[in-house]
């Protein structure tokens, strides 16, 4: 679960410096697109993670 955590913390991180540098260099909001990757993904661990799912038996 940690390791999964893991890559999509930085698939996220990484999708939102590219938008911020896109976004400062056309100098015009854009579309937040990076939410497409974070959310749906993010939410998936969240479900995984409330239902105890890799985390360790006690």
Known sequence: MRVLTII???AVALNF???GS???AI???VHPW???VAGPPGAVLA???AFGIGRPRR
């Open 27 to 29: 100098d015009e909001f």
């Open 34 to 36: 990076w939410l497409y």
């Open 22 to 24: 896109v976004s400062l």
């Open 47 to 49: 479900v995984l993670y």
């Open 8 to 10: 999509w913390a930085c």
């Open 17 to 19: 410096v590219i938008w």
